[in-house]
């Protein structure tokens, strides 16, 4: 079970969820358009956990909850198209772990969804996951050959995944014959960004994050080190692509 309510009257503008999962419940509340806070509530079975939760739901609509028109059943999170990336409609599994400003930034080309590639493949899987929500697709698998179908059969561009990513390799790539119509660095640029969009956006979305795409996230950000050691970097620019790597490292893929 997976609700949500929101709560608007004079100077108050609150948002209250609760999920249940087994036996623990967790409410997500706070401040619209801030990150809230998340409590962990355990019982002794499932059943009394679905039970005092409904209670809950029952407290909260006698003081002037109402549902949240804009949440999604599945527990799915998107943005407004309005407001643009933002904590409030990200997951609280995102919002949790990747805790630094540069995951809300559009404007800023170092940022994760900060090149136009990057946001328009977080908006593509948006699209792509409301669309298979009603239906028995597994999103988190899904999400991993996002990036391929994105670019080869949308964008009809090479997928060029980074399964190496030492120097002499992706020197070689890059002075080798064109690849396709933009220059290699940018096609491989391209690459990178999308897979660390997909996998960043996954989690956003869904809370939720394949092996097989954190592994090509890592494999690409490791390949952007490279590239961007070849064709110039800034200090700023490292600092956010090892923050983003750790923080891919350290995400637990195991709940759920």
Request: charged share 30%; with cysteine; aromatic share 10%.
């Amino acid at each position: 079970m997976k609700r949500a309510f929101i709560f608007q009257s004079g100077r108050s503008n609150k948002f209250w969820r609760i999920s249940c999962n087994g036996p623990v419940y967790t409410v997500h509340f706070g401040r619209i358009n801030t990150n809230g806070r998340m409590l962990d509530k355990r019982f002794r079975s499932e059943e009394e956990c679905f039970r005092q939760a409904e209670r809950i739901i029952a407290q909260k609509l006698k003081k002037g909850y109402w549902a949240d028109p804009s949440f999604d059943r599945c527990g799915y999170y998107y943005d407004d198209p309005n407001e643009g990336l933002n904590a409030y409609t990200s997951h609280p599994r995102f919002t949790g772990h990747f805790t630094q400003p540069f995951y809300y930034m559009a404007d800023d080309g170092d940022a994760p969804f900060g090149m136009k590639e990057s946001l328009e493949a977080l908006r593509a899987l948006e699209m792509l996951i409301r669309e298979q929500a009603a239906g028995n697709v597994e999103n988190v698998e899904l999400t991993a050959s996002f990036p391929h179908l994105l670019i080869e059969r949308d964008w009809d561009m090479l997928y060029v995944p980074a399964h190496r990513s030492d120097e002499a390799f992706v020197k070689k790539l890059l002075e080798g014959p064109k690849l396709d119509r933009m220059s290699n660095a940018e096609l491989l640029l391209l690459n990178d960004r999308v897979i660390v969009a997909a996998a960043l956006g996954g989690i956003k979305i869904m809370g939720e994050l394949s092996l097989a795409l954190r592994t090509e996230a890592l494999r690409s950000l490791d390949r952007m080190a490279v590239l961007k050691r070849l064709t110039g970097d800034t200090e700023e620019g490292r600092w956010i692509r090892e923050q983003i790597a750790k923080d891919l490292a350290s995400f637990d893929t195991d709940v759920h």
